[in-house]
DNA sequence: CGTTACGTTGACTCCCGTCAAGATCCGTGG
DNA sequence: CCACGGATCTTGACGGGAGTCAACGTAACG
């Protein structure tokens, strides 16, 4: 079985990729061991759902590797994405008992899980855990506010290029390299997620795209290789001010 | 001056309106005491600034009374409200010096403010103002995260409706009256306001609230009071669930 | 190949923003 | 008391940006 081998890649906490960007990452070894004692791995295909809204929330987890992404839906089926959970991220909230959104994995995903009670417990009783849980929601908080500014304010335009701006410096950070002209990257999702991400429908998307191609802001190769000639004119078309101020 | 004589008036914690629901609810009655040691009260009317984007972030505080509002406006002056501020929740971040949105005070308010360093160390100590910190925080980003979806997928008429069913609660809850049909009360911001929470220009809002009061919604005296005669009815315009489901 | 998912493009519609002109309310002062 | 000015709100005309519906390409994969 998948999950479990999976599952064993990443068994010891002090070599786990994210040992020091995730919930546990201020722990001291021993609140390690006990978190160690409750703790277990699942997998998750590109795909599949993880939660849905207004199920019973059994677990707590933290994203090891993969994506997945927070989204709700209306009545009627207009679906907005709410967050993008990538490595460290933290899922779930210690005392609610209900799945307040959608999870779903869009790349294939790995969580570190903790059963929620015997979690809930350890944030009362290791301040570690609660402090850093605080200041990752107080994180989380300042990204959903930029997000609340660019799905109020931005035409589609901004938006797409917000999107093309943070993907391309996240890829770049992440791979080392450095967030200069010419950068270039895979867009890791597909059209129809950078809608839902932004509050537009895909052929808004789609037709965006080919206006920043026609002028010059990118260049695609396929649909999903993006390279940026020059970033500055690309920032210039954000609606932000031109120097820093990035989105995360 | 009124800033010391306000103050007076609320200079005791066991006897704070917000006792039982700010960032000290939780605490004992030592932690009080140190609390009490490092805060001052501030008062600000309606319209004043209280912090802005940038600015050094000198102090943390609990709104005691009156409103607030965070905001940000992009360069060109497109505004979007990210927050709004009521007794008891909290203005700043632990852990970041510089303050991240505009706060604006929207009625007059008086604040419980903490020099931000020694409130720093107090969250350190004191895993109760720790704890209550994390939930007020994860209440707020499901704020934040409703409110994108409003931003990002709901129509004019939808955002309204909305707007006017939070409020409408709100304010019956504060008062104590029941929610039922028939339920009026008067809006506390302005058109404009009101447009800048719901991405909405002021003439959008205008002919949304006059198309509401045409099918008979709401009816409307004078600009700001309101009353929904058929609250069934203002919900079947939400887009949400018609039952329960709260934003806040 | 054919099938299927994904992406692009076009034609059209309509919601909402923009610009402009009135209407209403309210505090001030003659 | 009324006149005046300013802020706030409403309404109209108009245009544009984004959604909708539909058709067509394109790539991946059996």
Redesign the pocket.
């Known amino acids: 079985m998948t999950i479990i081998r999976k599952g064993q890649e990443f068994s010891s906490c002090s070599e786990c990729n994210i040992r020091y960007r995730a919930v546990c990452s201020t722990c001291d070894h021993d609140e390690l061991r006990r978190l160690e004692d409750i703790k277990y791995y699942r997998s998750f295909e590109a795909g599949q759902p993880i939660m849905f809204e207004g199920d019973e929330m059994h677990f707590v987890a933290s994203v090891v590797t993969g994506a997945a992404r927070l989204s709700r839906t209306l009545p009627d089926g207009r679906l907005q994405m709410l967050g993008l959970l990538l490595p460290s991220d933290f899922i779930g909230r210690p005392g609610r008992d209900k799945v307040a959104y959608d999870v779903e994995a869009i790349q294939d995903v790995t969580l570190c899980c903790f059963r929620r009670k015997p979690f809930e417990q350890m944030v009362e009783t290791t301040p570690h855990i609660g402090q850093r849980l605080l200041a990752m929601s107080l994180d989380e908080l300042d990204v959903a506010r930029e997000w609340m500014m660019l799905l109020g304010r931005k ?3 901004e938006k797409i290029t917000c999107l093309l701006a943070l993907i391309g410096q996240r890829i770049a950070t992440l791979h080392l390299q450095p967030v200069t002209d010419g950068l270039s990257f895979e867009m890791p999702i ?3 997620a950078m809608g839902e991400y932004l ?12 206006a920043l191609r026609k002028d010059g802001i990118i260049e ?1 190769k ?3 290789s993006i390279t940026i000639p020059d970033l500055a004119d690309l920032m210039a078309e954000t609606g932000d001010d031109t120097d820093g101020g990035m989105l995360i």
Chains 1, 2 share one sequence.
């Open positions: 035409t589609a335009r597909s059209r129809e509050g537009l429908t895909i052929e808004t998307v789609s037709r965006q795209m080919t695609v396929g649909s999903r």
